[in-house]
């Protein structure tokens, strides 16, 4: 395999949506009625891989979907983002699936059952070895197994990004390597207590300033409507997002992470990439679904006004 400038290796999660929308979100022991029960395309690793690929970027996707009827609604947009899918493989099992309730206000709530993304360890990783070692951006999540995602660390000799999301136990050293770690406010937190550091700060500054004293080059904490907030060793700089009605926010986070290593493969600074990045979360919030939210290079973007 030859070097490709610019190329982006996604290491993560590729599910099966399953989503419901409610008037509000039950309580425990509530049952309610909602609507919806269709399957559409998810999991975060695909999510933010078909988010770069549809803004132009070179995207390779590794991971693994179940041998269930599942998989092709899984692999759906994959297909059509134009991601190479050549370390996709296909496990004896189920598709990963994730159970999303959604709420009228556009909020929602996500049950991730792993399926087949569970078999993303350590031996499948290094099965893609040159893939990854050769990349210029690799892309990592929390929704594969740990020994997978340190592993995909140990092999990049490119930047690495991670969004860990979910927060889950990974090796410290491999954690750190992230430039930038890409984190929201509560997964921050999370972060920080992994780390044995915890806090109680709620301050995105305040915690944006302690990840960084936690030997991370650089953090962007996302903050929703309140758009997002870069930090490095200069010194921490806000970024807007455009004022929208929010539709559906399911996917809007793996939106700005796959739009933010788009421009960064494209040579941008950080704070640039995350400007964009929050007009193209922005954007998926206005309509529903994740991947199907997504915008392409045609796409009319919000833009952050005075």
Do not use: C
């Amino acid at each position: 395999m030859t070097d490709i400038p610019g190329s982006i290796v996604v290491v993560g999660s590729i599910n099966a949506d399953l989503t419901t929308h409610v008037h509000r979100h039950p309580t425990p022991g509530e049952t309610l009625l909602g609507s919806g029960g269709t399957i559409s395309a998810g999991g975060k690793g695909a999510n933010q891989a078909v988010a770069a690929a549809q803004l132009g970027a070179k995207v390779h996707m590794i991971g693994a979907v179940g041998s269930d009827p599942m998989a092709e609604d899984a692999l759906k947009h994959l297909r059509e983002s134009g991601a190479d899918m050549s370390a996709v493989t296909t496990v004896d099992g189920p598709t990963g699936l994730a159970v999303i309730t959604v709420s009228e206000d556009g909020e929602n709530t996500i049950i991730v059952v792993p399926g087949a993304n569970a078999s993303v360890d350590a031996a499948y990783v290094d099965s893609h070895a040159e893939l990854i070692t050769h990349a210029d951006i690799v892309l990592l999540q929390g929704e594969i197994p740990a020994d997978g995602f340190n592993r995909a660390v140990d092999l990049a000799q490119g930047r690495v990004v991670v969004n860990l999301a979910p927060v889950v136990p990974v090796g410290h050293a491999q954690l750190r390597a992230a430039d930038p770690l890409l984190v929201n406010e509560h997964e921050g937190a999370l972060v920080l207590d992994l780390l044995g550091a915890p806090t109680t700060e709620t301050d995105p500054e305040t915690l944006v300033t302690a990840l960084l004293e936690q030997g991370f080059a650089t953090v962007v904490m996302t903050l929703g409507a309140d758009g997002a907030l870069v930090g490095d060793a200069d010194g921490l700089i806000d970024i807007p997002t455009p004022t929208i009605t929010a539709i559906d926010t399911t996917g809007s986070g793996d939106a700005f992470a796959g739009a933010l290593v788009a421009k960064l493969a494209e040579g941008a600074t950080l704070v640039d990439a995350a400007a964009f990045a929050a007009r193209v979360g922005a954007f998926a919030a206005t309509r529903r679904g994740a991947q199907a939210s997504y915008p392409t290079l045609d796409s009319d973007l919000p833009t952050v006004t005075a």
